[in-house]
């Protein structure tokens, strides 16, 4: 529950950011707390690992792009920001402790039953996908490992 409203909180805060690196800074608290819950869910936290790393990945590039276009910009933050974050946070606290007093336990879901939805693709119709997919993913590596040879260099010029 705690997980869920600072992902809500951190949504809202990133429609107020306008620079660059804070909101590099916000998707990366976000996708922290996206693997967490994805982690907690599924009681298995491979699956999150490996998203959380995707991600990251992905951010590596997003941020070197943006410290290129906004290298000598200053991150100003405003009066009003502080206090929107403010407001937000004293609304989370006061939601939590609304929330404590309600009795919800998720150890009263069933596991195997999310378990068993992650066996299924790796069972007998299923797993054929599941090897064709890994077959082209190890082709399209090995063609990009082709149009990238070591001989030539890099293909952007630096």
């Known amino acids: ?10 949504s ?14 916000m998707l ?3 996708t922290i707390l996206t693997s967490l819950i994805i982690g907690m869910l599924i009681n ?6 490996i998203l959380f790393l995707i ?3 992905g951010m590596l590039i997003l941020f070197m792009y943006m410290i290129n276009t906004a290298s000598n910009e200053m991150l100003k933050i405003s009066k009003s920001l502080i206090l929107m974050i403010m407001i937000l946070v004293s609304l989370l606290f006061m939601n939590w402790m609304i929330m404590d007093h309600m009795i919800f336990n998720i150890t009263n879901l069933n596991h195997n039953n999310i378990n068993f939805y992650f066996y ?5 119709p299923n797993n054929m996908f599941i090897m ?10 090995m063609v990009s490992l082709k149009i990238i040879n070591i001989k030539y260099g890099p293909i952007r010029k630096i």
Do not use: A, R, V
């Not at 529950?1 to 951190?10: K, N, V």
């Not at 298995?44 to 690992?49: D, E, I």
């Not at 299924?120 to 007998?124: E, G, L, P």
């Open 1 to 10: 529950m705690i997980l869920s409203s600072l992902m809500f909180l951190f």
């Open 12 to 25: 809202i805060l990133f429609l107020f950011l306008n620079h660059p690196l804070s909101m590099g800074l």
């Open 28 to 30: 990366f608290i976000q």
């Open 44 to 49: 298995n936290f491979w699956f999150s690992y």
């Open 55 to 57: 991600f990251i990945n």
């Open 120 to 124: 299924k693709y790796f069972s007998y």
């Open 132 to 141: 064709f997919i890994m077959f082209y993913l190890f082709i399209t590596l």
